[in-house]
T-cell receptor
């Protein structure tokens, strides 16, 4: 069990550029989640997948944000035309869900700084 | 909308003091509850969780939490803290079996003085 991994760990970009983050979940976990965390706040839910299907998206996820999990394994989160307000830590989590339990395990995050 | 509130934003304790961090959630139905910890420079780690059954749950490193349905609370406790418990603590809830998303509180920063 190697844990959830995220790449890159840090990304600095200029306003208006596009960025893409990758998340590799714990193997055999069928659910994958994306959250965003800003300083002094708890993580805020963005979206999640069960296998390849994107089951829920937050209203926080504007049209500039898109997430994919094409083969039900790794996922990518793309932000187009970045804005300074997008600066945050982007967290990925995964879980193996059953009818009664679903425990999410988090990766180290990707810290995005938009200049 | 569902919410989670953590009453204490910053707690400072001396080693061996007892700890209780408050957490209240707003969802009135079946709820799953979690406490996560983030040590300096590390990622979020699960401390303990409640799905059903015994409302007193025990987690790692001597932590425990009690689910009190009538008070919508899930407070975290530890009888004697150590310097190594210095970290940020997050309470989270999942309010429906049909959704996977967690709702997090703002977090409580715990500083333990040696």
């Amino acid at each position: 069990d190697t844990g959830v991994s995220q790449n890159p760990r840090h990304k600095i970009t200029k306003r208006g550029q596009n960025v893409t983050f990758r998340c590799d979940p714990i193997s055999e976990h069928n659910r994958l989640y994306w959250y965003r965390q800003t300083l002094g706040q708890g993580p805020e839910f963005l979206t999640y997948f069960q296998n390849e299907a994107q089951l829920e998206k937050s209203r926080l996820l504007s049209d500039r944000f898109s997430a994919e999990r094409p083969k039900g394994s790794f996922s990518t989160l793309e932000i187009q035309r970045t804005e300074q307000g997008d600066s945050a830590m982007y967290l990925c989590a995964s879980s193996y869900t059953t009818a009664s339990t679903d425990t999410q395990y988090f990766g180290p995050g990707t810290r995005l700084t938009v200049l | 909308a569902q919410s989670v509130s953590q009453h204490n934003h910053h707690v400072i304790l001396s080693e061996a003091a007892s700890l209780e961090l408050g957490c209240n959630y707003s969802y009135g139905g079946t709820v799953n509850l979690f406490w996560y910890v983030q040590y300096p420079g590390q990622h979020l780690q699960l401390l303990l969780k409640y799905f059903s059954g015994d409302p007193l749950v025990k987690g790692i490193k001597g932590f425990e939490a009690e689910f009190i349905k009538s008070k919508f609370s899930f407070n975290l406790r530890k009888p004697s803290v150590q310097w190594s418990d210095t970290a940020e603590y997050f309470c989270a809830s999942r309010g429906s079996s049909n959704t996977g998303k967690l709702i997090f509180g703002q977090g409580t920063t715990l500083q333990v003085k040696p």
